[in-house]
């Protein structure tokens, strides 16, 4: 599932990449821990208490740079977030120094709209798997997508489920086996913070990483609690690379959590010519 997070988010760009500005090094990232360990109670509890962190942050307004990285494209848009979770979002394009609006994306629990600013065109259709399948040409899911943008990840799995554990680099990774394949949550047990999610498919390749960087500290519910500046997902659907490669890194500039008066509203343009997502094939630029 983790694997179809990453399209969503460059449905957002790719209308716009035309207009984007310099270049964003991907975040460097960890190696996964490789040695085996035992399931203490002292690890079960690190594992429940990073996992139980997630619900403390409900919606997000917030500016990033975002940086994508396809076979065939390598560029970097600004981007107002507004999101609530399980609910819906909204991200808003800018490109270049004066900050033109170029594209604006909206999410709601049954609906997708793209509007092309530059083009006049609006996309619309329902938000499914299929129509977010037809913006990149491979298969995408929301809800994740909208859980990683907030920073924390919803971490579903019950502990009482972990097939092995293994330690190293100063980090603690919980593996998952299903008859799907394989998910390795790695957990910074110093700081309490999930750093990154692997997702394998059934024969072992690496299909998915979600990678989380640059924590800090943010007063929330009467705790505080550290939340991910950059979050950088790599999507490779052949596995360990050996195909083509999705990159995507979001750099949060500013962000408020949890803000009291958080309104995402989408107005349909009224002279944008519309296209229908779910009887189109493909997309017109693709």
């Known amino acids: 599932m983790m694997k179809r997070v990453i399209t ?61 990285r396809t076979p065939k494209k390598k560029e970097r848009v600004y981007c107002n977030i507004q999101l609530m979770r399980h609910r819906e979002s909204r991200m808003i394009v800018s490109a270049g120094l004066l900050g033109w609006p170029v594209a604006d994306l909206y999410f709601g629990k049954d609906s997708l709209y793209v509007h092309d600013m530059m083009g006049n065109r609006l996309l619309a259709g329902r938000n499914s798997e299929e129509n977010l399948e037809k913006i990149l040409g491979v298969p995408s899911g929301y809800r994740l997508l909208s859980e990683s943008l907030l920073g924390l990840v919803n971490i579903d799995d019950p502990v009482e489920k972990v097939s092995s554990v293994k330690k190293g680099a100063g980090r603690v990774m919980y593996v998952f086996d299903n008859h799907r394949g394989r998910k390795e949550v790695v957990i910074d047990p110093e700081n309490r913070t999930l750093t990154a999610l692997f997702i394998r498919n059934a024969p072992g390749e690496l299909t998915t990483s979600i990678h989380f960087r640059d924590f800090q500290p943010y007063r929330l519910d009467s705790r505080t609690t550290l939340i991910p500046r950059q979050i950088e997902m790599v999507l490779s659907p052949d596995g360990n690379g050996a195909g083509d490669t999705y990159r995507l890194l979001i750099d949060y500039d500013k962000r408020t959590f949890n803000p009291e008066k958080l309104s995402i509203r989408f107005v349909r343009p009224e002279k944008a010519r519309v296209i229908s997502l779910d009887e189109m094939g493909s997309l017109p630029w693709m």
């Not at 957002?12 to 975040?27: E, K, P, R």
């Not at 040695?35 to 619900?55: F, H, I, K, W």
């Open 8 to 68: 969503v988010l460059l449905a957002l760009c790719v209308v716009s990449l035309q207009y984007g500005c310099a270049d964003l090094d991907t975040v460097t990232r960890d190696e996964r821990p490789g040695t085996p360990s035992e399931l203490t109670r002292e690890l079960a509890d690190l594992y429940r208490e990073v996992a139980e962190a997630s619900p403390v942050v409900r919606s997000l307004d917030g500016y990033a740079d975002v940086t994508i």
